[in-house]
């Protein structure tokens, strides 16, 4: 059974720091790729980072570029997001999700997390 | 980059059937895969079509996808409904270096 486990959320102040981590288990955690994706409260989903299988291509949305860090270690099978400079607008439950396809990055989620909530006071 | 477009909030009595549409703003629908993911109130969003028109195993034939490109859009029609398919949908496709998800759409099966 495919499962994705975030942790590391909480409160942070403004300005500080908060590095996100998702467990991997029942898939061969290498030949996937991965998407961090967030929703603020009460609103809509909104992607934030994208890494390949092999950390060779990585991307960003422009709202969290230079701050945020997306990578994965596959000896561990775990996800990483490293954020810096948060903002109270980073406020959101951050999802872990695997692409669907083996190998390439598609940016299409398949498998979801359950969340872990960051909130970013002032 | 581009815009997907749904509907705010759309509802529909128990046994009906409703569509949900996406519309792709700047460069066409088909020229990436649309997926669509459902959200019940406090839980994670769940996949529920991928490559426009397939379901993943343990989704109900009740949910299709399609694409209609002369408007340029996709759609999630839900048939049959039932009380449990009240939940917000999410459309997202993709471009090089970004992923795009539509603004979603409440539904409610009242």
């Known amino acids: 059974e495919v499962q994705l486990v975030e942790s590391g959320g909480g409160l942070v102040k403004s300005g500080g720091s908060l590095r996100l981590s998702c467990a991997a288990s029942g898939f061969i955690f290498s030949s996937y790729s991965f998407n961090w994706v967030r929703q603020a409260p009460g609103k809509g989903l909104e992607w934030v980072a994208s890494?390949?299988?092999?950390?060779?291509?990585?991307y960003y949305a422009d709202s969290v570029k230079g701050r945020f860090t997306i990578s994965k270690d596959n000896a561990k099978n775990s996800l990483y997001l490293e954020m810096n400079s948060l903002r109270v607008e980073d406020t959101a439950v951050y999802y872990c999700?695997?692409?669907?396809?083996?190998?390439?990055?598609?940016?299409?989620?398949?498998?979801w997390g359950q969340g872990t909530l960051v909130t970013v006071s002032s | 980059n581009f815009v997907l477009t749904q509907p705010h909030s759309v509802s529909e009595s128990p046994g009906k059937t409703v569509a949900i549409s996406c519309t792709r703003y700047s460069g066409s629908i088909a020229s990436n895969n649309v997926q669509w993911y459902q959200q019940r109130p406090g839980s994670a969003p769940t996949t529920i079509i991928y490559?426009?028109?397939?379901?993943p195993s343990g989704v109900p034939d009740r949910f299709s996808g399609s694409i209609d490109i002369s408007s340029n859009s996709a759609s999630l029609t839900i048939s049959g409904l039932v009380t449990e398919d009240e939940a917000d949908y999410y459309c997202q496709s993709y471009d090089y270096t970004h992923l795009v998800f539509g603004g979603g759409t409440k539904l409610t099966v009242l």
């Open positions: 999700t695997r692409d669907i396809y083996q190998g390439r990055l598609v940016f299409l989620p398949d498998y």
């Open positions: 490559e426009h028109n397939q379901r």
């Open positions: 890494i390949d299988s092999r950390s060779t291509y990585i």
